[in-house]
């Protein structure tokens, strides 16, 4: 018998289905359906969407604006002439360039040792916190602790309900911490926010399996949170530690209720007796000579708060990206 006469197809959009002979009864061979070229549709928006869009826009270019606006009026002030800034003349760009803010405030022993404060009790007190946070949830997350819902649930009452201001400054008096560096930095210790963050990491994302393998090959408890659970928990450590880090760093309250030692105040507190009591820091006489002190105490305003909340955001860029994460954790189930 003689074999069917096919034409060869070079061309795919050519393929016509009728010039292919049909396959003979029996056959298993099929013809595979013609691919036409996909065109892209795009997707209508109504009216009602333009106009949902409009405003979302317009929102966030206002919220935007309320952020971002008063933060240009501070830069600019910070680098202007007293006469300037006391004057009122500086808006959005500095009006007669000048350092003089920056050089009285670095060059004035007060805001140099409450700057370095600030550093120490950010420094130490993030560590502190960050291990003592570790150490609490870990334990917790395990499901084999006994007790560990009603460890948890006096955790959590903490955070809704505590002893008040009198008791808590008590507690500070009777344990020696008055006037100390580490009144800032133990009453603090341990954010309940925190802990529950970090107990929700290490029971998502560290299952039991994980444990129970490290456990047969003879692997302890320290060990497995050393080796195991710590490398694997750095985007929730890195969270943990930017947020106690802002609060310590912001933090001007309780130095107001236990310091008593001007050596001991943090950037913070230097930075309210600026702004609301008015009051020019020390060894700044020949400076107050030069200027009225007005408009030097207007000028430090601004370059303090701009050297304040410089630290701030150097670091938290380099944390952003875990940030979202670890605020997320937990949050969906399955």
Not at 34 to 62: A, G, K, N, W
Not at 307 to 320: D, E, H
């Amino acid at each position: 018998m003689s074999q069917p006469q096919t034409t060869a197809v070079t061309d795919p959009k050519s393929f016509d289905r009728a010039a292919v002979p049909a396959a003979p009864r029996g056959s298993r061979s099929r013809l595979l359906p013609v691919r036409r070229p996909h065109r892209s549709r795009r997707i209508q928006e109504t009216r009602v969407d333009r106009i949902f869009l409009f405003c979302t826009y317009l929102l966030l270019c206002t919220f935007l604006a309320v952020v971002l606006l008063p933060l240009l009026n501070i830069v600019a002030s910070s680098l202007s002439d007293p006469t300037a800034v006391s004057s009122g003349r500086v808006l959005f760009w500095p009006v007669d360039f000048s350092l003089r803010g920056y050089e009285v405030a670095l060059g004035d022993p007060q805001i140099v040792t409450g700057f370095l404060n600030s550093l120490f009790y950010t420094v130490v007190g993030t560590l502190v916190s960050v291990t003592l946070t570790i150490a609490l949830a870990y334990p917790l997350s395990r499901r084999s602790l006994f007790g560990r819902g009603p460890v948890m649930g006096l955790v959590v009452f903490t955070m809704l309900f505590s002893g008040g201001l009198i008791p808590t400054y008590l507690v500070v008096q009777q344990l020696g911490m008055l006037d100390t560096r580490w009144a800032l930095v133990v009453p603090q210790a341990i954010g309940v926010w925190q802990v529950v963050i970090a107990s929700t990491y290490f029971r998502t994302m560290i299952p039991d399996e994980l444990y129970e393998a490290a456990q047969l090959d003879g692997c302890g408890d320290l060990r497995f949170l050393w080796k195991v659970a710590l490398p694997l928990a750095k985007p929730m450590i890195a969270v943990v530690a930017l947020m106690y880090a802002i609060t310590q760093w912001n933090s001007y309250f309780d130095a107001l209720l236990y310091l008593k030692d001007a050596d001991l105040y943090p950037i913070q507190l230097v930075l309210r007796n600026i702004l609301i009591l008015n009051t020019t820091p020390s060894g700044m006489t020949d400076a107050a000579q030069m200027l009225e002190r007005q408009q030097l105490a207007d000028l430090l305003k601004y370059s303090l708060i701009v050297i304040a909340s410089v630290p701030v955001l150097l670091i938290y860029p380099f944390v952003a990206r875990y940030f979202t994460k670890g605020i997320m954790i937990g949050a969906i189930k399955g």
